[in-house]
């Protein structure tokens, strides 16, 4: 094999008994899961606000993104729940780029994946500590959710991986929420294929092991926009996609049938001012419609301190150094906004 063995990695046990999560921690995301659960069962109708950075790339601004979220989330926790994008590992098309703070724990440093474990763990460890959010990732590397399992009330996993077997068997072992975006394609049947087999039960390999899922019935789906045979990025968030979706759905023996809306990415041409429109029509869509109200569960928001993005090592403290995100004032009124309209 033409492959490099660097170093052994720590085992998930091994990290967990050296960065524990204390009793009265656990108690606080047991209650935090309940209530996001809640929100996918039916049981109530909060919207489901996912909003973050698109990457963590360093902790003391992501913790000040955090700190002036739980205050906000006070002012409309009546009807909306918020869980924090903390995405610490960054899928990369082309394989250039910041790949996440899993690969990078130093920005401007290259790959050293041992204190990136360490990092990923700490900074969801202390995101739960000092606000008391449980807080979203991506499921990049499936057999990495070990490291942050006792630590997550939500994950997703993006366009380019919704295919892959190990993702789809994996989250079906998943006690929280997984939201399966549908493929850069567009086609949603693979999306709908991947919550399918989600929620089954299955035997497969992971970590070493032969182990069977119980099947997760949160498994939902996700909308983030397309790219067409052209080249041309294309929104799939109106009412008459949502309600196609819905009627995709109902051919599926799907549990809780559910779907996020992705504000970002296609669906707002990779222009992050664009989320603010987006976010109001798939509301004002929710409104105009009962249906809709039952099936979109949520949104899905790319911010963060300051508006933009710049560079590694581009020096602006709380700007994103991938995808372009909504800065703080702008996200903050815009929550209130949406807060108004439910």
């Not at 975006?181 to 039960?201: F, I, Y």
């Not at 029509?281 to 809709?292: E, F, G, M, T």
């Not at 991938?322 to 108004?340: F, M, N, Q, S, V």
Request: hydrophobic residues 40%.
């Amino acid at each position: 094999m033409n492959l490099e063995w660097i170093r052994e990695l720590p085992a998930p046990e091994t990290v967990k008994l050296a960065m524990p999560v204390s009793l009265a921690l656990r108690e606080v995301k047991a209650r935090r899961d309940a209530a996001i659960r809640a929100l996918f069962t039916g049981k109530e109708g909060r919207l489901l606000l996912i909003v973050g950075p698109c990457s963590a790339d360093r902790q003391d601004a992501v913790l000040d993104y955090l700190t002036r979220l739980r205050a906000l989330e006070e002012r409309v926790a009546e009807k909306i729940c918020i869980v924090p994008r903390v995405y610490t590992n960054k899928p990369r098309t082309t394989g250039e780029g910041y790949m996440g703070m899993l690969h990078q724990p130093d920005p401007a440093a290259g790959s050293d994946l041992y204190r990136g474990l360490l990092a990923s763990r700490g900074m969801h460890l202390r995101a739960l500590e000092q606000t008391g959010f449980v807080c979203a990732d991506e499921l990049l590397y499936p057999e990495d959710h070990a490291y942050l399992d006792d630590l997550l009330g939500y994950a997703a996993v993006g366009a380019r991986s919704v295919e892959d077997q190990q993702h789809r068997l994996t989250a079906g072992g998943l006690d929280i929420p997984v939201g399966m975006k549908n493929p850069t394609s567009g086609d949603l049947s693979v999306m709908l294929n991947a919550v399918a087999a989600a929620q089954r039960s299955h035997t497969f390999v992971y970590r070493g092991w032969a182990v069977r899922s119980a099947g997760n019935p949160l498994a939902h789906a996700i909308l983030r926009g397309y790219t067409d045979r052209q080249g041309r990025m294309r929104p799939n968030y109106s009412a008459g996609e949502l309600l196609r979706l819905r009627e995709l759905y109902a051919k599926k023996a799907a549990q809780n049938r559910a779907v996020i809306v992705d504000c970002s990415h296609a669906n707002s041409g990779k222009q992050y001012l664009e989320q603010i429109a987006v976010a109001k029509a798939v509301l004002q869509s929710r409104k105009n419609d009962p249906r809709l109200a039952v099936l979109v569960k949520g949104l899905m928001l790319e911010s963060y301190l300051e508006d933009g993005a710049q560079p590694v090592g581009g020096g602006c403290y709380g700007q994103s150094i991938t995808d372009p995100c909504l800065g703080w004032e702008k996200t903050r009124r815009l929550i209130l906004e949406l807060a108004e309209m439910l």
